[in-house]
């Protein structure tokens, strides 16, 4: 997960004002993404080349899911079905602030700032990748990197000099996304409190450490204690 060059700092005011919201939504307005490489050092203010969603103090205990479509050669690994299923599964309470998941539309622009995933005031957004679910990456991936996504199924390899290659199949490529890159930026909704960039980048590995590593991890050892005693 190789990161590869930032945005363009520019139109740093653009933001919607927020002072007539509520203070907890206020606070969700920072922006955060979850990097197609090493954490980084976005720690300015970023406009993203985005769609924005205004958030509202409104009642219900939905969101909307908005489906792009993923653009030439690239590919949504999701379904608005998988994105709902997941999210059920959490206490409703860290759900509640979530008004908008937007599967995005991959362009020129946003392939000079990769990421798998971002959040934007009460929008996540999760971003498709090639078709064929190879990336390649200019650098040896980070320990880190390497560990993270051996951990969901991603197969390394080295095709000679600076080259590497990540591969992922439909099914391993999905969990990464539900629970990692998902619960990742659910965190970043979530966290009120920290300001920080390596704080709030902290927060949300914990979250999806609490809520999607370990959960999957259950999943896993409760199929498969499920398989040994239909076995017996």
Avoid at 76 to 89: F, I, P
Avoid at 103 to 125: E, I
Wanted: charged share 25%.
């Amino acid at each position: 997960m190789n990161r590869r060059p930032t945005a363009n700092l520019k139109n740093r005011n653009s933001r919607r004002p927020t002072t007539a919201l509520p203070k907890a939504i206020q606070k969700s307005i920072a922006v955060a993404k979850r990097s197609r490489g090493s954490v980084g050092q976005d720690r300015g203010p970023f406009n993203p080349p985005e769609d924005w969603y205004e958030p509202h103090d409104a009642g219900g205990d939905s969101f909307a899911v908005v489906t792009q479509d993923p653009g030439p050669g690239y590919q949504h690994v999701v379904t608005e079905h998988h994105v709902r299923q997941r999210l059920s599964e959490l206490p409703a309470k860290f759900v509640a602030p979530l008004q908008v998941v937007q599967l995005s539309r991959m362009t020129r622009k946003k392939r000079s700032f990769p990421c798998y995933g971002m959040q934007w005031g009460t929008a996540l957004y999760l971003y498709p990748v090639e078709i064929g679910l190879v990336e390649y990456f200019g650098r040896p991936p980070r320990p880190a990197e390497y560990n993270e996504t051996r951990l969901f199924g991603g197969q390394w390899a080295h095709e000679g000099g600076s080259l590497w290659r990540l591969t992922w199949t439909p099914a391993t490529i999905r969990d990464f996304y539900l629970n990692n890159v998902l619960i990742h930026e659910l965190g970043h909704l979530l966290d009120n409190r920290n300001t920080g960039y390596q704080d709030r980048e902290r927060f949300a590995e914990w979250f999806a450490i609490e809520h999607g590593c370990r959960r999957r991890g259950n999943s896993v050892r409760k199929s498969a204690s499920r398989r040994r005693h239909r076995g017996k």
